[in-house]
């Protein structure tokens, strides 16, 4: 070897140990491994958008540690409890980032508690993946450090009137919760009317714990309404399809995340016949019976037995590989706001569960705009019908 090959080799090995040695300055990396923090409820009935989807988050580092893990360093999961509650939630968080010292966040199931713990985060300057929370004051305006992978409400009220629209729907009227959470998704459906030009027939209120919708029906059948935007919790939007069908009245029946299992909303109606017109958003593109995400099903059940793959299961799997990808592309000399920037330049990222591919820009941070419409025949199975594409 000569005497400068000798001399490039040493300075390659010293830029290498350099790049480690700050890399293992940003909190929670070493040498061999990056800790991830998550949250979101682990018990009570949140716990589908908590608990579920971490259980995919899970088993997406799983294997991405087995091939390697991301530049030579393991992945580890750290999880905290937030019980959906959003004082919980900025607990959790703090404890994540101060006490754990991990390097970055995913996770966020319940709006309200995500939303909540915003400030903290953004303050923090960790890189923040949400997976299942769809407030749009979450990501609006943009933070630079945090970025969904779920679809926002905003995104999901504007999907609902052009489903309506491309159905063939001429009287589109609306019922909708007016909580916090409603508004957050009846406000911009008002605003995608407008932008249409197009009045709803009727315009309908319930309250959360309502038993009886029978006025509601009565007003809304009387303006011959062909379609009807659910902006409802499943508990009051069950007890709107149960009256309408007692009723008589069938329109479209239109609802979104919120309402996302067809199948436990059709038990939950209870009234054979009821939902066959009823068609909700899905984040992801498969069922969880399908044979495209066979690999997951296994994965999920041998990690985690009695569980079956669901679909919250599916949102943590599509969040936790687009935090990957970041990850990788900031590469071995890791930084907290290279993985910022990583994220801010995904563009047309195809992953396995979304229906469409992944987008992040600089001023945008909603990085998926495409939602799966799927429904449910009385007593068949699960359809994907569509994919609708929002700007």
Not at 60 to 79: P, T, Y
Not at 174 to 186: E, F, K, L, T
Not at 339 to 353: E, P, R, S, T, Y
Not at 375 to 381: A, D, T, V
Request: hydrophobic share 45%; proline share 6%; with cysteine.
């Amino acid at each position: 070897m000569t005497r400068l090959t000798c001399a490039a080799t040493l300075l390659a090995a010293l830029g290498a140990g350099i790049g480690a040695a700050a890399a293992q300055g940003q909190p929670g990396v070493s040498a061999d491994a990056i800790k991830i923090g998550t949250f979101g409820a682990l018990t009570g009935p949140g716990y589908l958008y908590g608990k579920l989807a971490m259980n995919g988050i899970d088993v997406v580092f799983d294997e991405v540690n087995k091939a390697g893990g991301v530049n030579g360093r393991k992945l580890q999961l750290i999880r905290e409890d937030d019980r959906c509650d959003p004082a919980t939630a900025i607990t959790a968080v703090q404890k994540l980032i101060h006490q754990e010292q991990v390097f970055a966040l995913i996770g966020g199931g319940c709006s309200n508690a995500t939303f909540a713990a915003r400030e903290t985060i953004e303050q923090a300057k960790i890189p923040f993946v949400v997976v299942a929370s769809v407030h749009d004051g979450i990501t609006q305006p943009p933070a630079a450090n945090i970025f969904s992978m779920a679809l926002t409400s905003s995104i999901e009220s504007q999907a609902q009137l052009a489903f309506a629209l491309q159905e063939g729907a001429k009287k589109i009227a609306v019922i909708s919760m007016r909580d916090s959470w409603g508004r957050a998704r009846y406000l911009p459906l008002m605003e995608a009317f407008k932008a249409k030009g197009i009045t709803p027939v009727a315009d309908e209120e319930m309250s959360p714990d309502a038993n009886d919708a029978t006025a509601q029906v009565l007003r809304l059948k009387a303006t011959g309404a062909d379609a009807v935007i659910m902006v409802l919790f499943p508990k009051p939007a069950a007890i709107f399809a149960r009256d309408a069908q007692k009723l008589g009245f069938k329109p479209i029946l239109i609802g979104q995340t919120g309402i996302g299992d067809p199948a436990a909303f059709e038990d939950q109606v209870g009234v054979p016949g009821a939902t066959a017109k009823f068609t909700t958003i899905s984040m992801v593109k498969y069922t969880p019976t399908d044979p495209a995400v066979d690999k997951w099903r296994t994965l999920i059940e041998a990690k985690f037995p009695g569980d079956r793959l669901s679909n919250f299961n599916l949102f943590g799997i599509g969040a936790a590989q687009a935090l990957v990808e970041a990850l990788k592309r900031a590469g071995p000399d890791i930084t907290r706001e290279k993985v910022i920037d990583a994220l801010a330049g995904l563009k047309d990222l195809v992953i396995d569960v979304y229906p469409g591919p992944i987008s992040c820009s600089q001023t945008d941070h909603r990085c998926n705009k495409f939602p799966a419409w799927i429904s449910k025949e009385p007593g068949g199975p699960i359809k994907v019908l569509s994919i609708t594409r929002v700007e």
